[in-house]
T-cell receptor, first 112, second 109 residues
Framework: DAGVTQSPTHLIKTRGQQVTLRCSPKSGHDTVSWYQQALGQGPQFIFQYYEEEERQRGNFPDRFSGHQFPNYSSELNVNALLLGDSALYLC???????????FGPGTRLTVL | EDQVTQSPEALRLQEGESSSLNCSYT??????LFWYRQDPGKGPEFLFT???AGEEKEKERLKATLTKKESFLHITAPKPEDSATYLCAGSSNDYKLSFGAGTTVTVRA
């Protein structure tokens, strides 16, 4: 049974560029949440997608946007990258948004 | 706003030396208190969910407990493979998790 998968594993971008990160949820899950984790910090909630719509959003600017596809997979897009966007981006899946969220291995984004 | 605070920030233990990690939370209408384990450069691995004060859950050398204001993760007779960062998170609805900064545990052989 495949768990949550994310791609790419690592990514290096320069300031001002745009990036797209991808996530496939655990089999049987229909909800995807995205988190940003800076070094030495706990994950910070970005937003959650359910039934192809953004259901809740954390304190992140509009430069952060997302999408969920009919097969429940999801993308996180970040525009106009800043140095401070360098972090580990985590995708978590759950069933109906409730209960336990299971995390993928993350995408390490470095902005130069 | 939901707030989760973990202490200590770091814990160094000798193999077999039991200890406890603390997670204090201010989450209105707590729906769940979650514990995760995270190894360096990897995603958090789910350990436990606690839903109500007085609840306890165990897994191998780990035991999690919950009161109305805090949760504890007890590590009994730890081994070097228990070295990791342990994250605590609260949920006030079915959606987002509010995480603490974590406690990094190092167990020396």
């Amino acid at each position: 049974d495949a768990g949550v998968t994310q791609s790419p594993t690592h990514l290096i971008k320069t300031r001002g560029q745009q990036v797209t990160l991808r996530c496939s949820p655990k089999s049987g899950h229909d909800t995807v949440s995205w988190y940003q984790q800076a070094l030495g910090q706990g994950p910070q909630f970005i937003f959650q997608y359910y039934e192809e719509e953004e259901r809740q959003r954390g304190n992140f600017p509009d430069r952060f946007s997302g999408h969920q596809f009919p097969n429940y997979s999801s993308e996180l897009n970040v525009n106009a990258l800043l140095l401070g966007d360098s972090a580990l981006y985590l995708c978590a899946s759950s069933s109906g948004g409730a209960g336990e969220q299971f995390f993928g291995p993350g995408t390490r984004l470095t902005v130069l | 706003e939901d707030q989760v605070t973990q202490s200590p920030e770091a814990l160094r233990l000798q193999e077999g030396e039991s200890s406890s990690l603390n997670c204090s939370y201010t989450v209105s209408g707590l729906r769940g208190l979650f514990w995760y384990r995270q190894d360096p450069g990897k995603g958090p691995e789910f350990l436990f969910t606690l839903y109500s004060a007085g609840e306890e859950k165990e897994k191998e050398r780990l035991k999690a407990t919950l009161t109305k204001k805090e949760s504890f993760l007890h590590i009994t007779a730890p081994k070097p493979e228990d070295s990791a960062t342990y994250l605590c998170a609260g949920s006030s609805n079915d959606y987002k998790l509010s995480f603490g900064a974590g406690t990094t545990v190092t167990v020396r052989a």
